[in-house]
C-alpha cells in the first residue's frame, strides 16, 4: 500500500565520519570508497541506510558487510551501547543514535541527528541534500518488495501503539505462528510472528523429549534449547547420512541422558528420506505434539521464513477412553518408523497414557512404502483426499484456487499435477449440499509460489538462502510449470528478505481460506505419493508430517473440555505466548465478524498506518437459532501466511529460483554466486 508524504522537511539525516550530511530517504548504500575514505578493512556494500518515514524521522539500518556493527543512543552526555548488528540483520534509528563498525570506532564513526534547517530551502541545504528533495513528496511504497528495493518493510509502531499494548479483543487467535527471524523488527517479529523453539521447550520439568527432523546440528539445537539438556528420556530420528549421523550421536551422548535412542528409520523405497519436522515433548502435566517445517540447523531456525503449530494434551483419567483419531494416527506413525524396542515403549506409553480428542488439527503424514487396501488413504495425498472429501466448506470455495507453496520440487509431470494432485487438494463438500467444485486446472486454480532469483539475491543470507531451496533446472524449467508460478513476496508478514522454507497448502476465496496445511511435504511425488496399479496402490518415498485446519477439527477443539489446556504457564494453545496467551472467545469473534460485514483480513500490528496481513479462517458459521451456543459461533483463526491472496503471477522477467543454474553478480552481502557456506557448528547467540 503506498501513501504520500506530505510537502514537509525531512527530519532525519546520517552525518558521515568526513562530515558529510545524508538526509535519509530512498535506500543507499555505503561501503569502502563510499563514506569511510578507503578503508581497506570495510566491505564495498558494508550498510545500507533508508527511510521508513522520512516525517516522523524514522529510518532503517542494515548491516550487508562481514564486519559487526554496534548500535549507541545518547543518555544526556554519555553514549550507551543498546545493540550489535551482525552481517545480515538490519534495525531502527531514530533522533540521537549513532553507529559504527567495530574495527576501528574513530575512522567509521556516523551519527544520526535531525536536520537543523529547513530542507525545502535549498539555499542552507548542501547540494547533495537539495538533490534528494523531491523524495518526500513523492508515493512511497511502505510494504511492498520488489526488484528495485526489495527490503520495504511495514513502518514501525507509533509512540503509542506497540506489539506489547495492543489488545488480544482485535486479535484472532492463531492457527499457527511464524518463527522468529534474526534483524526483522519487532512488530513483524514477535506473537504469532516469531517464535522461538526454545519458548515452546522450556517452562515445566520435561521427562521425555522425541525429535524428528531431516537435518540436525544437535549441538545448535541445544544452544537453541538449553533446556532439552535436562530432559530424562531423548529420543532423536532423523535423516543425515555419514559422519553428520555419527555426530548427532557423539554430540548427544556428551550431554548424558539418562536414556538415549538416535534412530535413522528404515528406507524401503530407494530415493526416499526421513523429512518429517516434529517435537512430542513429555512434560509432567501433559504432552505438546509440535509440527514445524524448519530443520535443525543454525541459519533454517534464524533466516528463512518458517511455520510452526503445536498443541498440549492432558493426560487420560483413570477411565479415560480410547484414542482419538489424531492420537491413533500418531501413533501408527510412530509405529512405522520402526523405533528401537526401548524408543518404541516410551513413545507408545507416552501418547497411549494422554487424551488427543481436542486435537485442532488432522494429521497428514507420510510413510514410505507400498499402501494398497485399508492403508490406501491412510498416509500421502490420498489421506489429504481422504479428509478433505468428508468436510462441508462455504458454497463460496466451489471452483476455488489451491496454492501450493513450498522450498523444494521434485520431478513432476502435468498429468500427476492436474490429474492426481489435483483430485485430492480439490475435493470437498458443500454445505449447500452436493460436492464442491473442483478448482480449474490451470494458474487460476493451481497455484504454485516460488521464489525468485532476485528475492534470493536481496535476501538476509543472500545467495547462501537458495542452497535451502533445492529446485533443480531439471524439475524447476520444465515448460509445463512455468504457467503455474506465483511470487513469493513476504511483505504480508514482513519477510520479504527471509526465504522461504515453510510448507503451506491452502484453498481460498478471496482472503477466506477453506482450508490450511501446515506441512514437511514438498511438491513431490516421493512426499506425496503416485498411483499405481490402476490406482489400487499409492507408492511412497519418504516420511513426511503435516497439520491440516478443517472446520470439523476446530469444532471437536471448541467443544472439547480440555480447550486452551496448557503444559506450561507461558504457552497458550490459542498460538501466543506469554501476554499474547489469552484467546478470543467464539462470541467476541462472532461480534467482530458481524461489525465488519465478514472476517477482517488484517491483525493490529501496532503500525499507525500499516498492518501486517493475516488471511482468515472462518471455522464456524454463526447460528443465530441458538444464541447462547458456543458451538454455533463463528471461530475465526487468523494464519500469517507470507504471500498474498492471491498471489502475484509471474511476469515474463521474472525468473524462477534454481539452485543449479549460476547467476552473474554478488548477493546482498556482497557474495558472488556459488561460494560455498557450512550448516553445521554455528551456535544461537540470542
Known amino acids: 500500500m503506498k501513501r504520500s508524504l506530505p510537502d514537509q522537511p525531512v527530519k532525519l539525516h546520517l552525518f558521515g565520519p568526513d562530515g558529510v550530511e545524508h538526509p535519509l530517504g530512498e535506500r543507499r548504500l555505503f561501503g569502502r570508497g563510499c563514506g569511510f575514505s578507503g578503508d581497506e578493512h570495510v566491505s564495498r ?51 540521537s543514535m549513532r553507529f559504527y563498525v567495530l ?22 541545504v548542501p547540494s547533495h541534500a537539495a538533490s534528494k528533495q523531491k523524495t518526500t513528496k513523492e508515493e512511497i ?62 517452562g515445566g520439568s520435561m521427562n521425555v523429549a522425541f525429535v524428528s527432523n531431516f ?24 535423516g543425515e547420512k555419514g559422519v553428520s549421523a555419527v555426530n548427532i550421536r557423539r554430540a548427544a551422548e556428551t550431554v548424558g541422558y539418562q536414556d538415549l535412542v538416535v534412530h535413522g528409520p528404515p528406507l524401503p523405497v530407494s530415493y526416499g528420506t526421513h523429512h518429517t519436522k516434529a517435537f512430542i515433548i513429555g512434560f509432567e502435566t501433559g504432552v505438546r505434539v509440535v509440527v514445524h517445517t524448519a530443520n535443525l540447523i543454525y541459519a533454517d531456525c534464524n533466516s528463512k521464513t518458517q511455520g510452526v503449530w503445536w498443541q498440549d494434551f492432558p493426560k487420560k483419567k483413570p477411565d479415560g477412553r480410547e484414542n482419538s483419531e489424531f492420537g491413533l494416527d500418531l501413533l501408527g506413525y510412530l509405529t512405522a518408523l520402526k523405533l528401537p524396542r526401548q524408543a518404541n515403549e516410551i513413545m507408545t506409553n507416552l501418547v497411549n497414557a494422554h487424551d488427543f480428542s481436542s486435537a485442532r488439527v488432522k494429521l497428514v503424514a507420510s510413510v514410505p512404502g507400498y499402501h494398497k487396501g485399508e492403508d490406501l488413504e491412510r498416509y500421502g495425498h490420498m489421506r489429504l483426499r481422504q479428509i478433505l472429501r468428508s ?40 454445505v449447500a449440499g452436493g460436492e464442491l467444485q473442483m478448482p480449474p486446472k490451470d494458474a487460476a486454480g493451481m497455484q504454485i509460489v516460488w521464489p525468485r532469483v532476485s528475492e534470493v539475491r536481496e535476501s538476509i543470507e543472500g545467495w547462501a538462502a537458495g542452497y535451502s531451496i533445492p529446485g533443480y533446472v531439471k524439475n524447476v524449467a520444465k515448460p509445463f510449470l512455468r504457467p503455474f508460478f506465483h511470487r513469493y513476496g513476504g511483505s504480508p508478514a514482513g519477510r520479504q528478505r527471509a526465504m522461504p522454507h515453510i510448507k503451506t497448502f491452502v484453498r481460498y476465496s478471496g482472503n477466506e481460506l477453506a482450508w490450511v496445511l501446515l506441512t514437511s511435504h514438498n511438491l513431490s511425488k516421493a512426499a506425496w505419493g503416485t498411483l499405481q496399479k490402476n490406482n489400487t496402490q499409492l507408492m511412497i518415498r519418504s516420511y513426511e508430517m503435516g497439520v491440516l485446519f478443517v472446520p470439523s477439527a476446530e ?11 496448557s503444559c506450561t504457564p507461558s504457552i497458550s494453545n490459542s498460538g501466543y505466548l506469554g501476554s499474547q496467551s489469552m484467546p478470543m472467545q467464539a462470541k467476541e469473534e462472532k461480534d467482530q465478524l458481524d461489525a465488519c460485514g465478514g472476517p477482517s483480513n488484517r491483525v493490529d500490528s501496532g503500525s499507525g498506518s500499516e498492518s501486517i496481513q493475516m488471511a482468515q479462517y472462518v471455522a464456524i458459521r454463526s447460528d443465530r437459532k441458538n444464541p447462547g451456543s458456543d458451538v454455533g459461533h463463528a471461530a475465526v483463526l487468523g494464519f500469517p501466511l507470507p504471500y498474498s ?5 509471474y511476469d515474463e522477467h521474472d525468473r524462477p529460483w534454481m539452485v543449479d543454474q549460476p547467476v552473474e553478480g554478488v548477493d546482498s552481502l556482497g557474495r558472488a ?14
Request: charged letters at 20%; one cysteine or more.
Open 391 to 430: 468436510e462441508r466448506f462455504d458454497s463460496k470455495f466451489h471452483r476455488a484456487p489451491v496454492i501450493c507453496q513450498f522450498s523444494s520440487m521434485g520431478s513432476l509431470d502435468a498429468k500427476w499435477v492436474t490429474q492426481e494432485f489435483h483430485s485430492s487438494v480439490g475435493c470437498g463438500k458443500s
Open 45 to 95: 556494500r558494508q550498510f545500507a541506510v533508508s527511510a521508513v518515514d522520512e516525517v516522523e524521522g524514522v529510518g532503517r539500518l542494515e548491516n550487508l558487510g562481514m564486519n559487526p556493527m554496534a548500535i549507541e543512543v545518547s543518555e544526556g552526555n554519555e553514549w550507551r551501547t543498546i545493540d550489535i548488528l551482525e552481517s545480515g540483520q538490519e534495525t531502527i534509528l531514530n533522533a
Open 103 to 124: 574495527h576501528k570506532m574513530q575512522e567509521t564513526l556516523f551519527q544520526v541527528k535531525e536536520a537543523e534547517h529547513d530542507i525545502g530551502n535549498t539555499s542552507d
Open 555 to 565: 469444532q471437536a477443539y471448541r467443544t472439547s473440555p480440555h480447550r486452551d489446556f
Open 645 to 649: 491472496l492471491p498471489p502475484e503471477l
Open 215 to 238: 537435518m540436525i546440528d544437535f549441538p545448535s539445537l541445544l544452544s537453541a534449547c538449553p533446556e532439552l539438556s535436562s530432559v530424562k528420556k531423548m529420543i532423536v530420528v532423523h
Open 673 to 686: 554466486w556459488g561460494v560455498p557456506v557450512s550448516f553445521y557448528g554455528h551456535k544461537q547467540d540470542g
Open 141 to 202: 511504497d511502505l510494504t511492498s518488495s520488489n526488484d528495485a528495493n526489495p527490503t520495504n518493510y511495514p513502518p514501525q509502531p507509533s509512540n503509542n501503539e506497540t506489539p506489547g499494548n495492543r489488545t488480544e479483543q482485535t486479535s484472532p487467535s492463531v492457527g499457527f505462528s511464524l518463527l522468529w527471524v534474526r534483524g526483522l523488527a519487532e512488530r513483524v517479529n514477535s506473537g504469532a510472528f516469531g517464535v522461538k523453539l526454545r519458548h515452546l521447550m522450556s
